[in-house]
């Protein structure tokens, strides 16, 4: 996900990818870095 979409994830001190701006990029590009994933660990979520 951070090679796919670099403005949203990045690699935490762990080395583990996280979030760290939901809004950067569109949607589909999201969704592309969802279904590229290869251990399938994003998934969207609603907000409360």
Do not use: S
Not at 6 to 13: E, K
Not at 31 to 47: F, G
Request: glycine letters at 2%; aromatic letters at 6%.
């Amino acid at each position: 996900c951070v090679d796919t979409v670099p403005a949203v994830f990045r690699f935490d001190a762990d080395n583990l990818a996280e979030v760290h701006d939901p809004e950067g990029a569109d949607a589909a590009a999201i969704q592309e870095a969802i279904d590229l994933c290869p251990v399938t660990c994003i998934r969207w979520v609603e907000e409360e």
